[in-house]
Nanobody
Framework: VQLQAFGGGLVQAGGSLRLSCTAS???????VGWFRQAPGKEREFVAR????????YYAGAVLGRFAISRDNARNTVSLQMNELKPEDTAVYYC???????????WGKGTLVTVSS
């Protein structure tokens, strides 16, 4: 599966931004999601969604502020980010799970910068 993310940019604290990711090729599992990597930090999980039934799961740091969704007809996964904080500044990556249950497919990241 190939993934392409877009929608990053600069936003003020408290603002909103929406990221999208287009998936192409054969799906290897039911799970797709988003990760992020802040400057000087390791990549961390943000949210995931199931293609089949839309079930979602979030990291504690974004729960209640971010919403992940999928559009099966368009093979697109979106991440609506609200109430953004400076600590949300990171490169955000769209990712998909392989048939072994591992996060194995990664799109190029898109930079989100939240100014205080």
């Amino acid at each position: 599966v190939q993934l392409q993310a877009f929608g990053g940019g600069l936003v003020q604290a408290g603002g909103s931004l929406r990221l999208s990711c287009t998936a192409s090729g054969r799906r290897t599992s039911d799970t797709v999601g988003w990760f992020r990597q802040a400057p000087g930090k390791e990549r961390e999980f943000v949210a995931r969604v199931a293609w089949s039934n839309g079930d979602t799961y979030y990291a504690g740091a974004v729960l209640g502020r971010f919403a992940i969704s999928r559009d099966n007809a368009r093979n697109t996964v979106s991440l609506q980010m609200n109430e953004l904080k400076p600590e949300d500044t990171a490169v955000y990556y769209c990712a998909a799970v392989n048939d072994q249950g591992q996060w194995d497919y990664w799109g190029k990241g898109t930079l989100v910068t939240v100014s205080s």
